[in-house]
């Protein structure tokens, strides 16, 4: 079930138990509210964990995937449109021949961006876009502490212009996200200073 089926579940529920003239306070909903945000929570973590495709490449070959989706990414090219297009047209995709042979389409349409934040050394490679969804968290505005009154949080927002600024030694990068609220907010070094300050979207 999707968080919207659930909630309309439990709203469900909730009338129900009022027509049966048993209400819930409003504290009884919201810790029943709480636990199944938990429960999904827990859920969609495990299945980050377990389900990262790139985790099924044996330690050879996910080195030489890495350097690839690397280099299609410093030439400005998606490497899965690289992928797909070879596949396509029946070309050699060279050192990766092995994703279409042994893994085939879909375990490359599993690879999402964030199965990348797993290998922190790569973390960079994969350049941000306009258009791209992102996450960015509360840390970049706001004074966060884990046991304070602001903690972390995280709005997914919409890439709408990435610049590099050439200042002479450093090339730092920024970044213009707007949110669903309409909002906008300028990200600067989001590669450099910033980088744990926003993260690809999990579905």
């Known amino acids: 079930m999707t968080p919207d089926e659930i909630e309309t579940a439990m709203q469900a ?7 049966a003239s048993c209400p819930l306070s409003d504290r009884q909903k919201q810790i029943l509210l ?3 945000e938990q429960i999904q929570g827990n859920s969609k973590s495990r299945m980050s964990d377990v389900a990262n495709p790139l985790d099924e490449l044996t330690s ?8 690839f989706v690397k280099m299609e990414e410093q030439q400005n090219r998606t490497w899965k449109v690289q992928l797909l297009n070879d ?3 029946d070309n050699d995709s060279g050192n990766v021949q092995f994703i279409r ?6 375990w490359l349409n599993r690879v999402e961006s964030y199965h990348f934040d797993k290998y922190s050394y790569f973390e960079d490679a994969l350049k941000l876009r306009v258009g791209d969804r992102i996450e960015v968290s509360n840390a970049l505005w706001e004074w966060v502490q884990n046991d304070g009154p602001c903690i972390r949080e995280w709005f997914s927002c919409i890439v709408l212009q990435v610049d590099e600024i050439d200042d002479g030694d ?6 213009v996200v707007r949110f ?3 909002s906008e907010y300028e990200i600067q070094g989001i590669y450099e ?5 926003w993260r690809w979207p999990q579905r």
């Open 60 to 67: 050879e070959e996910l080195e030489v995937f890495l350097q």
């Open 170 to 175: 450093d090339c730092p990068t920024n970044c």
């Open 180 to 182: 669903y609220d309409g």
């Open 87 to 89: 596949w396509l047209h």
């Open 193 to 197: 200073w910033n980088r744990y300050n």
């Open 101 to 106: 042979q042994r893994y085939g389409l879909q």
């Open 13 to 19: 529920a909730f009338n129900s138990c009022d027509a």
């Open 34 to 36: 709480q636990v199944i």
